[in-house]
């Protein structure tokens, strides 16, 4: 194992040093969330986790196990049955939107919002959207309770983790990619409202967050962030969906 590791890192060296870089193979995430370990093994430490869409580029293998480097280019070891093409995150995204018609899952009710609070919430989040976004309350993954909903046929969808009235992120993943300009444009309104509930004081209008899917849609690895007192919001394009996805998590 150690042996392997190290021809790994040997040669990516070799082709830093040689300028160019390896003609890496890539994969994508498929389930919502997938722990990332330092090692091919669940008995290895966790490193960090990567999320539904996100595209890997695989290294190396050992067994089911998958040496890849991350988005932000950090290493790490995932099993390689979470991990398939755009036609496999798309599906597994369709069956989790799907499972409000089984048993396990239930309608959320809306719940007023208190101006004063401060909090990350639902409601406060989805509160000022074009229009509704029906929401139900999925399983508990990892131990971490999980809302879901979507609207304009898919083209909207929202994951929420954590306590409802404080959560511990927020997601709205909006399509950006062969859509016509008007659907574009509807998009881009549910993006900017949900940003703005997020960050009150943001002063910026649909035009600019058109411009904005555009410029993180354009480029293979595009990304962004904004960062205000108490919040951050992060922008990701997912080339498996072609969406982009805002991510709103606390930092304090």
Same mark, same amino acid.
């Given at each position: 194992?150690? &042996?392997?590791?190290?021809?790994?890192?040997?040669?990516?060296?070799?082709?830093?040093?040689?300028?160019?870089?390896?003609?890496?193979? *890539?994969?994508?995430?498929?389930?919502?969330?997938?722990?990332? &370990?330092? %090692?091919?093994? +669940?008995?290895?430490?966790?490193? *960090?986790?990567?999320?539904?869409?996100?595209?890997?580029?695989?290294?190396?293998?050992?067994?089911?196990?998958?040496?890849? #480097? #991350?988005?932000?280019?950090?290493?790490?070891?995932?099993?390689?049955?979470?991990?398939?093409?755009?036609?496999?995150?798309?599906?597994?995204? @369709? &069956?989790?939107?799907?499972?409000?018609?089984?048993?396990?899952?239930?309608?959320?009710?809306?719940?007023?919002?208190?101006? *004063?609070?401060?909090?990350?919430? /639902?409601?406060?989040?989805? *509160?000022?959207?074009?229009?509704?976004?029906?929401?139900? /309350?999925?399983?508990?993954?990892?131990?971490?309770?999980?809302? /879901?909903?979507?609207?304009?046929?898919?083209?909207?969808?929202?994951?929420?983790?954590?306590?409802?009235?404080?959560?511990?992120?927020?997601?709205?993943? +909006?399509?950006?990619? @062969? #859509?016509?300009?008007?659907?574009?444009?509807v998009n881009a309104q549910f993006a900017l409202d949900f940003v703005k509930s997020a960050l009150p004081g943001l002063k910026r209008d649909?035009?600019?967050?058109?411009?904005?899917?555009?410029?993180?849609?354009?480029?293979?690895?595009?990304?962004?962030?904004?960062?205000?007192?108490?919040?951050? +919001?992060?922008?990701?394009?997912?080339?498996? #969906? %072609?969406?982009?996805?805002?991510? +709103?998590?606390?930092?304090?």
């Amino acid at each position: 194992m150690r &042996r392997r590791i190290d021809r790994i890192l040997v040669v990516t060296l070799l082709f830093a040093i040689a300028g160019c870089a390896p003609d890496y193979e *890539t994969t994508y995430v498929v389930p919502p969330v997938l722990n990332v &370990r330092k %090692g091919p093994s +669940v008995k290895d430490p966790i490193l *960090t986790q990567v999320r539904r869409g996100q595209e890997l580029r695989i290294v190396a293998s050992e067994g089911k196990w998958l040496s890849v #480097l #991350l988005p932000d280019d950090a290493p790490g070891w995932v099993h390689g049955d979470y991990l398939g093409s755009p036609p496999d995150v798309r599906a597994s995204l @369709n &069956r989790d939107l799907q499972k409000k018609q089984g048993t396990t899952v239930r309608r959320r009710t809306p719940r007023p919002v208190r101006k *004063t609070s401060k909090t990350l919430s /639902i409601d406060g989040l989805l *509160t000022g959207l074009p229009e509704e976004v029906p929401t139900e /309350i999925l399983p508990p993954l990892e131990g971490v309770d999980r809302v /879901i909903g979507a609207t304009r046929k898919g083209q909207v969808v929202v994951e929420f983790w954590g306590d409802e009235d404080k959560l511990d992120r927020a997601m709205m993943m +909006v399509s950006v990619l @062969n #859509l016509s300009e008007d659907d574009l444009n509807v998009n881009a309104q549910f993006a900017l409202d949900f940003v703005k509930s997020a960050l009150p004081g943001l002063k910026r209008d649909r035009e600019w967050m058109v411009r904005r899917l555009k410029e993180i849609s354009s480029r293979d690895e595009g990304s962004g962030e904004l960062q205000a007192k108490g919040r951050v +919001v992060s922008f990701e394009f997912l080339k498996a #969906l %072609g969406a982009v996805r805002v991510t +709103v998590e606390p930092t304090t």
